[in-house]
């Protein structure tokens, strides 16, 4: 079995989690928190970051991209297709998602909504605000992106959907999705139908700490 040491509010432990689901692998999740359990992190990854992965023959393997790549190479069916330009496509997707959109979007709501909650702090009304700013524009960008795809990448669900999904799905999870049907029509049957895969199901009952979800994030026919 694997071992994967995580945290739920992180965007980048949440694509651990979808990549080990959607490969169909039996892993238990182990929560640390950086804030708190920083040499224990430390121990298995000297850059002090999650996730970590323990595979059965008790090998490491640390951060979400070599985890998710390690995952999608050893099992199939593979989350990158041959086609290389598709997969030149996608690997942007993951860029764009897991760099530009978490720092200007996830970062900021998740900082004041949920990580400042765990410290004890107030949430900062400065964060709250840049984070909205940048989602309308990031979210108008998504949109136009699924105009021309049925999913974040390509026409099949991809490593790109990983991506997208982990930082969307932990913004549901604290009412900071944004969501707006009228606005966001493509986005909207694309949350769809990635929260209606198996792999999503478990982060769906996730609980942080004492922070309730919000009421949309469990729900299927949001």
């Known amino acids: 079995m694997y071992t994967l040491y995580h945290h739920p509010a992180c965007p980048f432990c949440r694509c651990a989690r979808i990549v080990l689901a959607e490969k169909g692998l039996d892993f238990r999740l182990e929560v640390l928190e950086p804030w708190k359990d920083l040499e ?6 000297p850059a002090g970051k999650l996730p970590i992965l323990i595979n059965p023959a008790e090998e490491v393997i640390c951060g979400f991209r070599p ?6 190479e050893l099992v199939m069916p593979a989350l990158l297709p041959n086609d290389y330009i598709v997969r030149a496509e996608i690997r942007w997707a993951c860029d764009w998602f ?3 959109f978490y720092h200007d979007v996830t970062l900021p709501l998740i900082t004041a909504r949920i990580y400042n909650r765990l410290c004890k702090l107030d949430a900062d009304a400065k964060l709250l605000r840049v984070g909205h700013q940048n989602r309308d524009v990031y979210l108008n960008l998504f949109e136009q ?6 999913f974040a990448g390509s026409d099949e669900f991809s490593l790109a959907d990983v991506s997208a999904g982990a930082q969307i799905s932990i913004l549901d999870y604290c009412g900071e999705a944004g969501w707006d049907a009228e606005k966001y029509p493509r986005i909207y049957e694309w949350y769809g139908k990635i929260k209606s895969r198996p792999s999503f199901q478990k982060l769906l009952v996730d609980q942080i ?4 979800p919000s009421k949309t994030y469990a729900n299927l026919d949001f």
């Not at 224990?40 to 990854?45: C, G, L, T």
């Not at 985890?67 to 999608?72: A, G, K, Q, S």
Request: aromatic share 8%; net charge negative.
């Open 40 to 45: 224990d992190i430390r121990h298995f990854n």
């Open 98 to 100: 897991d760099e530009n």
């Open 145 to 150: 992106i699924l105009s021309t795809k049925d």
């Open 209 to 212: 700490g004492s922070i309730i």
């Open 67 to 72: 985890i998710c790549n390690y995952l999608n």
